[in-house]
């Protein structure tokens, strides 16, 4: 079985789970996830995880995402991009670049976003894409993004705008559309989303979907590059491997946590979080056990972790962070 993560340029017209389906069969193993969903209608990054790496998703699933894409004024959608059917429309022709600019400037910062009815997130345990096709509008909290950047700049076409914006996870971009829509006293829908990039892994490391192989495949370390890192010997690193609480000065780490924990080589053994004042336990563990740290006196068991009690898995499929098929997340 592989063990890595794959950055999939992922093309138009396929879902995300059609993605994790072509990797399964190219790397003809069962194991595999994705972390932050794009719709059909969008390209651009996808993270696939293989093998045990689906087990790390979930600390690549929060970064911090780009996307670049076209906000149409003056027609609304009921999805609010161009999949959906046409619900309004408004007359915008007398909107000038800088009025689109002022407003978008509005929703940069922390904001309050009401997630759209045809999305992944759940309300009262169902998601929102499946009561909309039943055609069931119910009320959504708001939820506290992010948006650190939300550029516009004009394109040839009459109240089309060519946007960039570099947001939380959980923002979605058609909703930023349809807002600067509204504050400019209309409507507006998103098209052409592409995402950018995902934390560091841009589109210049994607490969096409029909281009991947067993060369496209990067190391588990990859996945946690962002976290700040710990070097141990390979005595640490057979107490590691077991899954023991140890002590931040034992372990080497600086900083709140979480930490990459990797070996002399630079391989990746597992992932620990901060246990209390003093120590750090693990919450994801990759190496092989070894019967040799069983006794080493620097480790002590994690009192919350039972005898035979593993590292946080996944089974065949893992989707971080529950996105399901969020667009733009």
Same mark, same amino acid.
């Given at each position: 079985m592989i063990d890595g993560l794959v950055v999939v340029d992922k093309p138009a017209g396929w879902t995300s789970h059609d993605v994790v389906a072509r990797c399964r069969r190219v790397f003809g193993q069962k194991r595999v996830g994705h972390a932050g969903t794009l719709d059909p209608g969008a390209t651009g990054v996808l993270l696939v995880g293989l093998g045990q790496v689906t087990r790390l998703l979930r600390f690549v699933a929060e970064l911090a995402k780009s996307y670049e894409g076209e906000m149409v004024?003056?027609?609304?959608?009921?999805?609010? *991009?161009?999949?959906?059917?046409?619900?309004?429309?408004?007359?915008?022709?007398?909107?000038?670049?800088?009025?689109?600019?002022?407003a978008a400037a509005r929703f940069v910062g922390e904001i309050d976003q009401v997630p759209p009815m045809v999305s992944a997130v759940k309300v009262g345990g169902r998601r929102l894409h499946e009561l909309a096709r039943q055609g069931v509008d119910v009320e959504r909290p708001a939820r506290r993004v992010r948006v650190d950047r939300f550029d516009v700049a004009d394109t040839p076409a009459a109240n089309v705008y060519r946007i960039v914006v570099e947001c939380s996870s959980g923002t979605y971009v058609r909703v930023l559309a349809a807002d600067v829509g509204r504050a400019l006293g209309g409507g507006a829908h998103l098209r052409h989303l592409?995402?950018?990039?995902?934390?560091?892994?841009?589109? *210049?490391?994607?490969?096409?979907?029909?281009?991947?192989?067993?060369?496209?495949?990067?190391?588990?370390?990859?996945?946690?590059?962002?976290?700040?890192?710990?070097i141990v010997d390979a005595g640490l690193a057979a107490v590691v491997a077991h899954g023991r609480v140890l002590g931040l000065e034992a372990l080497g780490a600086a900083g709140d946590g979480p930490w990459a924990v990797l070996d002399e080589r630079g391989a990746l053994l597992a992932v620990y979080e901060r246990y209390d004042a003093d120590r750090a336990k693990p919450a994801v563990v990759l190496a092989p056990s070894s019967s040799d740290s069983l006794n080493d006196p620097r480790s002590q068991r994690d009192p919350d972790r039972s005898e035979n009690e593993g590292a946080a898995g996944s089974g065949d499929t893992a989707t971080a962070a529950g996105s399901g098929d969020a667009v733009d997340r």
């Open positions: 004024l003056g027609i609304e959608t009921t999805t609010l *991009d161009d999949e959906g059917d046409v619900v309004v429309e408004h007359e915008m022709r007398d909107v000038a670049l800088d009025d689109v600019r002022s592409r995402r950018t990039a995902i934390g560091a892994f841009g589109l *210049d490391r994607a490969q096409p979907l029909d281009a991947i192989g067993p060369d496209s495949v990067l190391a588990p370390a990859a996945v946690v590059s962002h976290l700040e890192r710990c």
